[in-house]
Structure formats: structure tokens, C-alpha cells
């Protein structure tokens, strides 16, 4: 049974920090490439960030690049997102995903390229 467990989501004010987290189980955790999505009310369900199976390689959506990065531990079945200078406009539901890879290749970038979610945390950033 895989299974992904995110958590550190919160409420925080616009120029914080949170760093989420997702454990996951069920897995070769280092044979997957692992990624963060976001979904806020009303709409689609957006990329945020990646990573392949090792850390080496990462992919980030551009309203993201530079306040936000991905990280994994593979001794502790663990990826994390770091989350700096947040605004309102980042306040969705966080999930996890993983996709099972081969080798290191760059990590997909959109939805249909995972097979194992999470259930979400939820980030709301005030103004």
C-alpha cells in the first residue's frame, strides 16, 4: 500500500516562510521521482515543483523560482518543500506526488506523469 503523508501546511502572513513535508511508504522511495502540486479554489490543479529519484535534477514553476525549493532525504523516504517569501496568491491545498523512474531522469512537470498522491496540506497566506 503506498502511501504519501504531507504535513507542516498552516496559516502564515505574506513574507513567511513554511516548510512542508511528505512521508512516504509502500515505496522504493529512491526509485521515484517525486513532485509538489497546488490546487486553490476555483481553479486547476498547477505544477509547483520537482525533483528526480537522486535530488540531481530539479524543476520549479516560474511564480515559485527563487522562494521556493524541493529537497529529498532518501534515508528517510522523505521530500520537503521550503517555502520563503510566501504571498497570498500561494494559498492552495500542497500535495505530494511520485512517479516510478528508471533512472535519473528530469522529473515530469505535469499532473498525469504521477501515479501516488497525498491527501494535501493546506497553506493559506494572509495579506
Known amino acids: 500500500q503506498v502511501q504519501l503523508v504531507e504535513s507542516g501546511g498552516g496559516l502564515v502572513q505574506a513574507g513567511g516562510s513554511l516548510r512542508l513535508t511528505c512521508v512516504a511508504s509502500?515505496?522504493?522511495?529512491?526509485?521515484?521521482?517525486m513532485g509538489w502540486f497546488r490546487q486553490a479554489p476555483g481553479k486547476e490543479r498547477e505544477f509547483v515543483a520537482a525533483?528526480?529519484?537522486?535530488?540531481?535534477?530539479?524543476v520549479y514553476e516560474d511564480s515559485v523560482k527563487g522562494r521556493f525549493t524541493i529537497s529529498r532525504d532518501n534515508a528517510k523516504n522523505t521530500v520537503y518543500l521550503q517555502m520563503n517569501s510566501l504571498r497570498p496568491g500561494d494559498t492552495a491545498v500542497y500535495y505530494c506526488?511520485?512517479?516510478?523512474?528508471?533512472?535519473?531522469?528530469?522529473?515530469?512537470?505535469?499532473?498525469?506523469?504521477?501515479?501516488?498522491w497525498g491527501q494535501g496540506t493546506q497553506v493559506t497566506v494572509s495579506s
Open positions: 506526488a511520485a512517479r516510478r523512474v528508471y533512472a535519473e531522469y528530469a522529473p515530469p512537470t505535469t499532473a498525469t506523469g504521477y501515479a501516488y
Open positions: 509502500g515505496l522504493t522511495f529512491s526509485s521515484y521521482a
Open positions: 525533483l528526480s529519484r537522486s535530488g540531481g535534477s530539479t
